[in-house]
């Protein structure tokens, strides 16, 4: 394994900092982006050959257009529970569960198809099946490609990833249907079968070296709480999540509305809006290749204004063009700036996201690109059936534009990276008495002696503190100030259990040490700072009796690493 990591570094040293294909130089990211493709065009051919199976099996509208919903739905659902068990597990072991379990679906579904077996509902569970098991990989898989790449390279690395992605939707519907007509939806189903196996082959030979916590791993629905509250917490993420929502939002007449586009305003038929598709596609890998050099020269709240703009501008030519050239022209630009936009956002939460989060901060990130699609695509849906396809495109491209705006009121973090290396406390606290994992709540006091002419100063540095504790765990944090002794200052928040407590000790990164210090800094005459740790209505520490059987079962001993 040192030796496979040794070539990565030098291949990654020698890659210099510049170019959009800079990454495909590690093996490692070379082989599973390669094979990321394959599985791409698996999925694609997957809408495709259900769509076409399910006009077979039933001639109601309904059920054909529900084979995309049950295709979305598991990316709605299952996104941000993969991104807890992404952050709780080896990422690696789950990206090959989710890609194993996809291709073990689509598999039984060949076997069924070919025995004449699948029903409409039992298509529509198969889809939902296959895209849970998508759903389970990828946060795994885009929160492992910091591991893989350098850090000045993961810019291109996300790029490339969207690049994968849109090459895929670019030619795979149109080679789906190809094969549809060929051999039949059945074949389809075989292939996308075989076509996730590259993916998990290439998963399976990774050596991730993979560092499992000394605590058990948080029950689900702690960590995603947990996931939830250090992205509410987080400024960088929070914006970075309101404002790609936002652009979903308004911009999700492009993709929804484009079988209008070719039908109504341009008068053409399905190879128009295949054409469409098309052109969107080349705009989108077109603009994933200048991710990395557009974020080198200008910053990203700069990039996703003139992305809104431009975008917006599309928008409206396509609502009044008559011309197919000139709104493929324009589906170009929509496909390039949706792809950057999302781009260099994605990149922002990466960088902004400590590794023991990561995961749940892209499946919130993925959560908030999903439903502001999927919500944009039925309210302009409803807007063109209430007036025209012309007005709901004006409209939109009008809206689009107006996001530029957001960045007056929520301005996006400055590109300067912040050290969000987890940092060792070094020390463990004092116990004296017996606790489990589960005994609870804790209550933590930090004192802090401080000049009172400092006092707004010192206050300004505790509301940054605030946000450190909230972030990796801290409930009904509050600071106070003596009465009699103006100088003693209690910081107090409250964890819900022990093992609540011990998690957060590990979440400190550089950067929250360093607020940290800032804080201390200001303690003038106690040595460091007084902590006090109590157990809240100690109910399960004490016997009923003194001749009360005490098992002490789960003790833990905390002296020591």
């Given at each position: 394994m040192s030796g496979e990591k040794s070539a990565e570094s030098r291949?990654?040293?020698?890659?210099?900092?510049?170019?959009?294909?800079?990454?495909?130089?590690?093996?490692?990211?070379?082989?599973?982006?390669?094979?990321?493709?394959?599985?791409?065009?698996g999925q694609l051919f997957?809408?495709?050959?259900?769509?076409?199976?399910?006009?077979?099996?039933?001639?109601?509208?309904?059920?054909?257009?529900l084979v995309q919903s049950a295709m979305m739905l598991p990316l709605m659902l299952v996104t941000l529970p993969a991104g807890a068990i992404a952050d709780m597990f080896d990422r690696r072991r789950i990206a090959m569960t989710g890609l194993g379990f996809s291709s073990l679906c689509a598999a039984l579904l060949t076997v069924l198809a070919f025995m004449g077996l699948t029903t409409p509902?039992?298509?529509?569970?198969?889809?939902?099946?296959?895209?849970?098991?998508?759903?389970?990989?990828?946060?795994?898989?885009?929160?492992?490609?910091?591991?893989?790449?350098?850090?000045?390279?993961?810019?291109?690395?996300?790029?490339?990833?969207?690049?994968?992605y849109n090459v895929a939707r670019s030619f795979g519907p149109a080679l789906g249907g190809v094969i549809v007509v060929l051999y039949?939806?059945?074949?389809?189903?075989?292939?996308?079968?075989?076509?996730?196996?590259?993916?998990?082959?290439?998963?399976?030979?990774?050596?991730?070296?993979?560092?499992?916590?000394?605590?058990?791993?948080?029950?689900?629905?702690?960590?995603?709480?947990?996931?939830?509250?250090?992205?509410?917490?987080?400024?960088?993420?929070?914006?970075?999540?309101?404002?790609?929502?936002?652009?979903?939002?308004?911009?999700?007449?492009a993709s929804a509305l484009a079988p209008l586009v070719a039908k109504n305003l341009l008068a053409g038929d399905a190879a128009?809006?295949?054409?469409?598709?098309?052109?969107?596609?080349?705009?989108?890998?077109?603009?994933?290749l200048f991710v990395s050099s557009i974020r080198d020269r200008i910053s990203t709240e700069v990039a996703v204004r003139l992305f809104a703009v431009s975008s917006g501008m599309a928008l409206v030519i396509i609502g009044f063009s008559h011309s197919l050239v000139l709104s493929c022209l324009a589906f170009l630009i929509v496909g390039a700036g949706n792809i950057l936009t999302i781009a260099m956002l994605n990149v922002t939460v990466q960088l902004s996201a400590p590794r023991w989060v990561t995961a749940r901060a892209l499946s919130l990130f993925s959560s908030a690109i999903t439903a502001g699609i999927g919500i944009g695509a039925?309210?302009?849906?409803?807007?063109?059936g209430a007036y025209d396809v012309s007005f709901a495109l004006v409209v939109s491209g009008i809206a689009v534009a107006c996001t530029a705006l957001l960045g007056f009121i929520l301005p996006l973090a400055r590109d300067q990276e912040a050290d969000n290396s987890t940092?060792?406390?070094?020390?463990?606290?004092?116990?004296?008495?017996?606790?489990?994992?589960?005994?609870?709540?804790?209550?933590?006091?930090?004192?802090?002696?401080?000049?009172?002419?400092?006092?707004?100063?010192?206050?300004?540095?505790?509301?940054?503190?605030?946000?450190?504790?909230?972030?990796?765990?801290?409930?009904?944090?509050?600071?106070?100030?003596?009465?009699?002794?103006?100088?003693?200052?209690?910081?107090?928040?409250?964890?819900p259990t022990w093992g609540d407590y011990l998690r957060m000790r590990d979440r400190y990164s550089q950067a929250d040490f360093d607020i940290q210090a800032a804080a201390d800094s200001y303690n003038r005459t106690r040595p460091g700072r007084r902590v006090?740790?109590?157990?809240?209505?100690p109910f399960g520490s004490v016997r009923w009796k003194a001749e009360s059987y005490d098992p002490r079962q789960d003790t833990l001993d905390w002296i020591g690493p």
């Open positions: 291949a990654a040293a020698g890659a210099g900092r510049g170019g959009a294909f800079v990454p495909l130089r590690v093996p490692t990211f070379r082989s599973i982006w390669t094979a990321s493709l394959f599985s791409n065009f997957l809408g495709v050959g259900a769509a076409w199976e399910m006009t077979r099996l039933s001639s109601d509208p309904t059920m054909v257009a509902w039992m298509l529509l569970l198969f889809c939902v099946l296959i895209g849970a098991g998508v759903a389970l990989f990828s946060p795994s898989w885009q929160a492992s490609i910091p591991e893989q790449v350098p850090r000045e390279h993961l810019p291109a690395a996300v790029a490339l990833g969207t690049i994968s039949g939806a059945k074949a389809v189903f075989g292939m996308t079968s075989l076509l996730y196996l590259p993916l998990l082959t290439a998963f399976f030979f990774w050596r991730r070296k993979h560092v499992p916590s000394r605590l058990p791993p948080e029950r689900i629905d702690r960590a995603i709480i947990s996931g939830g509250r250090y992205a509410l917490h987080a400024p960088a993420i929070r914006t970075a999540l309101l404002r790609v929502l936002a652009f979903g939002l308004t911009t999700a007449t128009t809006f295949g054409i469409l598709l098309g052109a969107q596609g080349v705009g989108a890998v077109g603009g994933a039925w309210g302009w849906g409803l807007v063109a940092v060792e406390i070094g020390h463990e606290p004092e116990v004296g008495m017996p606790l489990t994992l589960r005994s609870g709540p804790i209550v933590v006091e930090v004192e802090y002696d401080v000049d009172p002419e400092q006092a707004r100063e010192f206050y300004g540095v505790m509301m940054n503190m605030q946000g450190v504790r909230k972030r990796i765990g801290g409930f009904q944090w509050s600071i106070s100030r003596d009465i009699a002794d103006p100088a003693l200052w209690i910081e107090r928040y409250h964890c006090r740790r109590r157990l809240e209505r």
